[in-house]
T-cell receptor, first 114, second 109 residues
Framework: ETGVTQSPTHLIKTRGQQVTLRCSSQ?????VSWYQQALGQGPQFIFQ???????GRGNFPPRFSGLQFPNYSSELNVNALELDDSALYLC?????????????FGSGTRLTVV | KNEVEQSPQNLTAQEGEFITINCSYS?????LHWLQQHPGGGIVSLFM???GKKKHGRLIATINIQEKHSSLHITASHPRDSAVYIC???????????FGAGTILRVKS
């Protein structure tokens, strides 16, 4: 049983640049959710992907976008980076058959925008 | 007001002490999760509850659906238990997790 792998683990970008973060999905899971965690706070839901389509979105602007691939892995793209985008980005895979199947989290990508 | 509230925010205990972390929520839920986050950032799922009580080793999680409250207990605490413990809920309708702000636990030897 594989876990969830996120890459890269750390990243430094300049304001205005674009970034792509990657997340694998645990074997048997078909859904990937992305979360942003600012320092000292709980994670905030960005969006979820199921069968390659967005399946719910939190209160984040359109410059946050994503993709899911046929193998259920996913990317998070952020355009026009702002200083406030500095955070830990977490992804979690699950099965859309319901929360009773649980979530598997990745170790996160720590993004610093300077 | 946040939909998921945890208390305390910070907790320092001596090795061996019994620890309780509380979580209250204000929405209908289909499941509640207790998660552990270490300084590196990765999150480990400890429990998923929809009713009653679950036990795994020294960890016990309970939930009272009527009172919209859950507790995480750690018996015989150890310095390796030091981490951030986060409560998160699946809303009754919808597909996202809503997280509490976390409880920072430090167990001293």
């Amino acid at each position: 049983e594989t876990g969830v792998t996120q890459s890269p683990t750390h990243l430094i970008k300049t304001r205005g640049q674009q970034v792509t973060l990657r997340c694998s999905s645990q074997s048997g899971h078909n859904t990937v959710s992305w979360y942003q965690q600012a320092l000292g706070q709980g994670p905030q839901f960005i969006f979820q992907y199921y069968r390659e389509e967005e399946n719910g979105r939190g209160n984040f602007p359109p410059r946050f976008s994503g993709l899911q691939f046929p193998n259920y892995s996913s990317e998070l793209n952020v355009n026009a980076l702002e200083l406030d985008d500095s955070a830990l980005y977490l992804c979690a895979s699950s099965s859309l058959r319901g929360p009773r199947w649980g979530y598997t989290f990745g170790s996160g990508t720590r993004l610093t925008v300077v | 007001k946040n939909e998921v509230e945890q208390s305390p925010q910070n907790l320092t205990a001596q090795e061996g002490e019994f620890i309780t972390i509380n979580c209250s929520y204000s929405v209908g839920i289909s499941a509640l999760h207790w998660l552990q986050q270490h300084p590196g950032g990765g999150i480990v799922s400890l429990f998923m509850l929809s009713s009653g009580k679950k036990k795994h080793g020294r960890l016990i999680a309970t939930i009272n659906i009527q009172e919209k409250h859950s507790s995480l207990h750690i018996t015989a605490s150890h310095p390796r238990d030091s981490a951030v413990y986060i409560c998160a809920v699946n809303r009754e309708y919808g597909n996202k997790l809503v997280f509490g702000a976390g409880t920072i636990l430090r167990v001293k030897s």
